[in-house]
Structure formats: structure tokens, C-alpha cells
């Protein structure tokens, strides 16, 4: 018998292979696109391109695009348009800076730090930001998951009266911004695709829960412990409930309902988006006035504040790096997540692109430059870059304005900030959380899917009852579980033809679709490697036995002789996987089943072809098409003895000759088989 191969060194042009050199007397001739063999790259000269490239584009940048590259800020200040940008930049710089001193303030306390540090972190950080950030509309400063984290990580080390924990907290500053400048250098961004927003979800509707229980004691007159855990939490309220006391939990309430009820209205109306940033000083200057005009004495305030700008200062306190570097890293993480998806998001709602690494070097800077300028980790918030958003931000000049207001309050409005109530400060805390509880995305997975609800439930259930660093852990891990288990499972799908076309889909998907006797075309969506390959042949065993519910074509030959493996999704293939394939084609050919590839891309036909596994399939069994796959393969099974006695369904009796012997076999008589057409005219 002829061999009619695939892989013929031609130019792509099509040959037709004649019925006769395929064991058919009656078929039509088959129509065949060869399959060109890959010229192996060599490994010197492909580094050599990849460097040749990268001097190009070197030499190819100019010195404005090196001005860019360096200073992000150059971007918009060259082409900043003074008439239709300031008027709104500037509005939009003035009523974030005004929502950011008291959140700043109050923030500093969740930290477990004095608030004036609060104001230092809304000061350099925002400043650099507007320079080194990529983003227009990202509101950097402190937040609160990040003061959270602060506080948990620090309070099992020192106490918080301590002077150490204010130079412990620096330092985390210092190293936040360090890893994320190293990420983004090194181009890192990408590792934090691996969690699932499911996973934020629920770590962060946990948080936002921990953080507002944290904050009660300002509500209810007492101390309460410091925990990341909901059950301390709960048991040091409930233990300490003698103590109540009703002036600091009214007040703090009032608050609390006019800082939502401002919320509220400017979401819900346009026109008084104003009322929405105003809230926070609202709360502060109501706070202070009652204070001031009627001094009681069981309402705590927050006392004397430093006045002045920062002072250039080195971080101390360097003995304590390795207890602080798993926080360092969730903290750099909850960064990734929360500001650079901001960022993202408001650079796709007003048209421009956004580098995900430019934009965590920017966050990396601010930090660092905080540090040196007694600021503890700053972040973009969710809150404050929506409402910079809102009120008209376009540039990076909003961020300076920002700056601006938190310098001038420095180095004026301390003295008045001392009157302040704790209680609105805590309250100003509670009402930015509460967006956080996420329960409508719980319930939007509840009837997607159930899967992400379950990672969703877990992360929330193990953040809230084991701590923020266990329920990002479990979290993350439990999603990285979903990922390897669903590549270890890849979706194989068994292809039939839709009538009157050369088109292969997916049978469950399109159940007029036709099958042949003889023959089962096989699509593996997913790349082939160590983890699945196991899967993946035990699924190809299963599909030698009949396919229900398709309609099936062809001579009824009773038994499976060709598998024919679609390899267009087939990204990569390692080494196990080759193994593999030789021992499920030497499996087959005990058995008297050829494989079959169609349509392997470059990289995959290479390694197929170094492995050898080519020459042991056979070259004339790969394919540019299924559709020439399965013709080549039907005008075999049609060369078959019909009348050859079926196999039960269930499983394949022991075949004593190979396939290429059955075909030797029954031409040797000198008969020619009776050849059904292979597929009629009026259906390819």
C-alpha cells in the first residue's frame, strides 16, 4: 500500500492521493494539504534575535520616551490642556484632600498609631505617587485593610504605646515599597492573576467585618482586644459590656447615619456628588464643635498633634525584617490587588493604557519615599479614587492638589484636630468598610456557580474566624487547588462533522453532527503535560467503545481502528506527555488502533518530531485537517470486509494481527472490497 504522508517537504500546495493507493476500488480520490515538517530554531540564533530586538527597541527610543518611561507624569504634563483639565483637576484634588485628612487620621488609629502619622502617609506617598504613578484617577494614601494588617502583624511584637512600633511600622513602608518596585522591575505583576476575585471577595467582606468590630470600642466606651479574629473580638465586647457607656455610642451612631445618608446621595444623584467626599469632614467639624461648646468628659478625643511638615528620617528598627516579611509580602499583595485592578479599571472608563508594572514601580517609590518620611504603608484606595473619579480627576494634578491640602493641614490645622472625637474617627472607618461586604457577589456565585461560592464561603469562614494571613493562604491555596484540578482535568470533547460542511464540533454541543464506524476524532483543550496525561489516556480508552447519541456513518465495521487526535488547542507538550503518547500508540497498535494527529502547531510538531514519536505513529498520519485526517482514515476502514463479525459494546476481544496485516490480508485474495463514498460532493 501506498503511503500518502501529510508531512511532504511541498510548498503547502494540495495533492490528491488516488483511491486506488488507499485500498479503495470505488472511493473518489482524497484531497490532502501536506503538513509541513518545522525547521528546528536554533537555540544561539533565537537568543540572538530576542537580544537584537531588545537593542533595537533601545536604540529605537528617543529621549521623550525615555522622559516617559522614567516619569510617568510626563505624559499628561506635555499634553495637558489648561482650560478644559484644571478647573476640574483642581475641584477634584480639593474634595479628596478634604475626605483624605480625616480618613488619614482615622486609618492611623485602626494601624494602632498616633493619627499624626496618618497625616504624614496622605502626604510624600501621594506626592511621588503623582510623579513615578502611571494612573490619573488612583488615589493613593493610607487605607484600611492595609492599617489592619498593620496593626495585626505588629501588636504580637510590641506594644502600641511603644516607640517601637511606630519605627516597626515605617519600616514595613520601606519594605513594601522595596518588593514593589522588584516586582515590577522584574515585570511580576502577573502571579497575582492566580487569585480568583472570588477569593478578594470574600477577604475582603471578612476584613471589612474584623475591621468595624476592631473599631467599636470607640462606640461603646471601653477597650476591646486587638484581634484579626472575629471570636476574640466578640468575647473581649461581650466580657466588657459593664462598662458601657451611652454618650460615646449615640454620638458615634449619629455620626455614623449622617456619613451614610452622605454616601448615599451623592452615589445616588449626580449633582451632589460633592456630599458624598464632604462626609468625613462633616462628621470631624460636628465632632469638634459639640466637643468644644459642651466638654464631656466621657467622650475620648484624640489629643495633642504634632504640627509641622515630616522630617527626613532613615528607618530603624531592621533586627525585625524577618518577622515582618510575610507581611510585607500580603501587604504588597493586597496592593496588587485592590489598587493596580483600580487603576486599571478608571484607565479603561477615561481611554488610555495603563502598565500594570509601571504602575506598582509607582506604588514602590511612594513607599519607599514614605519611609523616609515617617509614613507607614500607603496603597491606592477603592473609595477615594472613586470619588476622584467621580468629581472630574483627568491628570496626576489632582494627586498633587491632594498633597497640597494634607501639607497645609500639617502645617496649620493640627491644632484644631486635637478636639476630634474618637468616636467619629471610628466611625468614618465603619462607613468606608461597609462598601466592602460583598454579600450580592456571594449570591451572584450562589447561582452561577457553586464552585466559586465555595471558594468564596471558605475564604470568608477562614479569614474571619483564623485571621487575615490564614484566610488569604487558604484562599489563594484553595484557588491555586481549583486551577491545578481543572488542568489536570482538561476538557476532552469528541468531534463529529456537521452535515454538509468540513466543520468538527463538539457532539454533546451539536447532536446532528456525524460519526463514523471504525473511527472517533478526539479535541484536547488544554495544554498535554505530567499532571493530565494519565487523564487524558484514561479518557482516550473509554472512547474505543460506541458514542451514543450521534448519528453514525460509514461501514459498520463493529470496533474502533483509528483515534484521530485534534492538536489545534494543544499549546505545549512536555516530555512525560511524549512518554506517554509512545506508550499508548505501542498500547494501540497491540491492538489494532492507528492514531491520528491533526493540526499540531510549530512548537508541538517539533517536539513530536525530536522525539521521534512521528516515525513511530507514522508521518503519513499527521494532518493540517481533521477533514483530511478522516477521509484518509474512512477510505481505510472502508477497505475493510464489511461482513468482518462485530465486537460486543463493553470492551475490544484480543486481536492476533495488526491493523496494516488486516489490510494485507484481505487484498491479497485479489478482490477489491466493496468502497461506499467517502463523503459525497454535495456534503464536503
Known amino acids: 500500500m501506498e503511503t500518502h504522508s501529510s508531512s511532504a517537504s511541498g510548498g503547502g500546495v494540495a495533492r490528491v492521493a488516488s483511491s486506488s493507493s488507499l485500498g479503495g476500488g470505488g472511493g473518489r480520490a482524497v484531497k490532502v494539504i501536506p503538513l509541513q515538517d518545522p525547521a528546528p530554531p536554533s537555540p544561539y540564533l533565537q537568543s540572538a534575535a530576542l537580544a537584537s530586538r531588545w537593542a533595537e527597541k533601545v536604540r ?20 495637558y ?40 502617609g496622605g502626604f510624600v506617598p501621594v506626592l511621588v505617587y503623582a510623579v513615578f504613578g502611571s494612573s490619573r484617577q488612583l488615589a493613593v494614601g493610607p487605607v484600611a485593610l492595609t492599617s489592619l494588617l498593620v496593626s495585626n502583624v505588629l501588636s504580637p511584637i510590641v506594644d502600641s504605646s511603644d516607640e517601637l512600633y511606630t519605627e516597626l511600622a515605617i519600616l514595613l513602608a520601606l519594605m ?38 476592631s473599631q467599636s470600642k470607640y462606640f461603646l466606651g471601653y477597650s476591646i482586644v486587638r484581634s484579626s479574629k472575629i471570636i476574640p473580638l466578640v468575647k473581649s465586647i461581650i466580657a466588657g459590656a459593664d462598662d458601657f457607656s451611652w454618650p460615646p455610642f449615640v454620638m458615634g451612631s449619629i ?35 459639640f466637643v468644644k461648646i459642651f466638654h464631656p468628659s466621657s467622650i475620648s478625643v484624640v489629643g495633642e498633634i504634632p504640627q509641622g511638615l515630616p522630617k527626613f528620617s532613615i528607618p530603624r528598627g531592621f533586627e525585625h525584617v524577618k518577622s515582618l516579611i510575610s507581611t510585607a ?34 506604588l514602590g517609590v511612594a513607599n519607599i519615599c514614605g519611609s523616609f518620611f515617617s509614613s507607614y504603608p500607603s496603597t491606592g484606595s477603592f473609595s477615594r479614587s472613586a470619588v476622584n473619579n467621580e468629581s472630574g480627576a483627568r491628570t496626576g494634578l489632582s494627586g498633587i492638589i491632594m498633597g497640597i491640602i494634607m501639607a497645609c493641614a500639617l502645617l496649620f490645622l493640627t491644632p484644631l484636630f486635637t478636639e476630634i472625637p474618637q468616636c467619629a474617627l471610628a466611625a468614618i472607618v465603619i462607613s468606608a468598610v461597609m462598601g466592602l461586604v460583598d454579600y450580592e457577589e456571594a449570591i451572584f456565585l450562589w447561582c452561577l456557580d457553586k464552585k466559586d461560592f465555595l471558594l468564596w464561603t471558605i475564604t470568608f469562614i477562614t479569614t474571619l474566624f483564623f485571621g487575615i494571613e490564614i484566610g488569604v493562604l487558604i484562599g ?47 479535541r484536547i483543550d488544554s495544554p498535554i503535560y505530567f499532571a493530565n496525561i494519565s487523564y487524558i489516556k484514561d479518557r482516550l480508552r473509554e472512547y474505543e467503545l460506541d458514542l451514543d447519541g450521534s448519528t453514525k456513518r460509514g461501514p459498520d465495521v463493529g ?93 475490544t476481544p484480543p486481536r492476533t494481527r495488526s491493523f496494516l496485516q488486516s489490510i494485507w490480508k484481505q487484498g491479497s485474495d485479489g478482490s477489491t472490497p466493496e468502497v461506499e463514498p467517502l463523503l459525497p460532493r454535495n456534503e464536503v
Not at 483637576?89 to 498609631?113: C, E, F, R
Not at 451614610?260 to 456630599?275: A, D, E, I, Q, Y
Request: hydrophobic share 50%; glycine share 8%.
Open 60 to 79: 529605537g527610543m528617543s529621549a521623550l520616551a525615555w522622559l516617559e518611561l522614567l516619569l510617568p507624569c510626563s505624559r499628561w504634563i506635555r499634553t
Open 81 to 120: 490642556r489648561w482650560r478644559e483639565s484644571l478647573q476640574a483637576d483642581l475641584m477634584a484634588g480639593i474634595t479628596v484632600g478634604v475626605m483624605l485628612v480625616p480618613q488619614a487620621m482615622s486609618y492611623a488609629k485602626l494601624a494602632g498609631l498616633q493619627p499624626i502619622y496618618g497625616l504624614y
Open 176 to 213: 513594601v515599597g522595596i518588593l514593589e518596585c522588584l516586582m515590577g522591575l522584574f515585570r511580576l505583576g502577573w502571579i497575582i492573576r492566580f487569585v480568583s476575585h472570588s477569593v478578594i471577595s470574600g477577604f475582603t467582606t471578612a476584613s471589612a467585618i474584623v475591621i468595624a468590630l
Open 255 to 289: 455620626f455614623l447615619t449622617v456619613l451614610l445618608t452622605m454616601k448615599h446621595l451623592g452615589k445616588s444623584n449626580k449633582n451632589l456628588r460633592g456630599v458624598r467626599a464632604a462626609g468625613p469632614l462633616t462628621a470631624v467639624v460636628l465632632g469638634t464643635i
Open 329 to 362: 509580602f500580603l501587604i504588597t499583595g493586597v496592593a496588587i490587588l485592590e489598587s493596580v485592578g483600580i487603576a486599571k479599571a478608571l484607565a479603561a472608563k477615561n481611554g488610555y493604557e495603563l502598565d500594570s508594572n509601571q504602575e506598582l514601580f509607582g
Open 476 to 522: 489563594v491555596g484553595v484557588s491555586l487547588a481549583f486551577v491545578i484540578h481543572e488542568s489536570a482535568n482538561p476538557h476532552i470533547a469528541v468531534l463529529g462533522r456537521l452535515p454538509g460542511t468540513t466543520v468538527y464540533r463538539n457532539i454533546l454541543q451539536y447532536p446532528e453532527a456525524y460519526t463514523y464506524n471504525g473511527i472517533v476524532i478526539i
Open 559 to 651: 470496533r474502533i481502528y483509528f483515534v484521530i487526535i485534534e492538536m489545534s488547542p494543544v499549546t505545549y507538550i512536555d516530555s512525560s506527555a511524549v512518554q506517554a503518547l509512545k506508550d499508548l500508540n505501542q498500547e494501540y497498535r497491540s491492538r489494532g488502533i492507528q492514531i491520528a494527529i491533526a493540526n499540531p502547531n510549530r512548537e508541538v510538531h517539533l517536539l513530536l518530531s525530536r522525539s521521534n514519536l512521528i516515525e513511530m505513529i507514522g508521518k503519513e498520519y499527521f494532518f493540517v485537517r481533521v477533514h483530511d485526517a478522516l477521509q484518509v482514515c474512512l477510505q481505510h476502514v472502508q477497505s475493510l470486509n464489511p461482513s468482518s463479525p462485530k465486537v460486543s459494546s463493553g470492551h
